[in-house]
């Protein structure tokens, strides 16, 4: 069964930086054959898609992350990243990692606060 850690959350600032990190629990040759996302969701609302990076490396974020967040992995060491810079209130929610297709148990998330 696939484990999925993310860590790094936190309290941030408006305006401030954080940086999320998700630990796979799968074989090198799985991890790096599938595309990895990462997602955030709000109590009370769905889970939604922030990022993905493909194996290739390309990337593609949500409207509204682009130019303030960015993904990146680390095949050897099955990590996938996600670099939040100018954080607004509005990006407070739990984050999660997970295939470009959610198709893994999910993790328990990484929480990050934004308050001044």
């Known amino acids: 069964q696939v484990q999925l850690v993310e860590s790094g959350g936190g309290l941030v600032q408006p305006g401030g930086s954080l940086r999320l990190s998700c630990a796979v629990s799968v074989s090198g040759s799985i991890f790096s054959s599938v595309g990895m996302g990462w997602y955030r969701q709000v109590p009370g609302k769905q889970r939604e898609w922030v990022a993905r990076?493909?194996?290739?490396?390309?990337?593609n974020y949500a409207d509204s992350v682009k130019g303030r967040f960015t993904i990146s992995r680390d095949n050897a060491k099955k990590m996938v990243y996600l670099q939040m810079n100018n954080v607004k209130p509005e990006d407070a929610a739990v984050y999660y990692c997970?295939?470009?297709?959610?198709?893994?148990?999910w993790g328990q998330g990484a929480q990050v606060i934004v308050s001044s």
């Open positions: 990076i493909g194996i290739a490396g390309g990337t």
């Open positions: 997970n295939t470009d297709e959610p198709r893994w148990q």
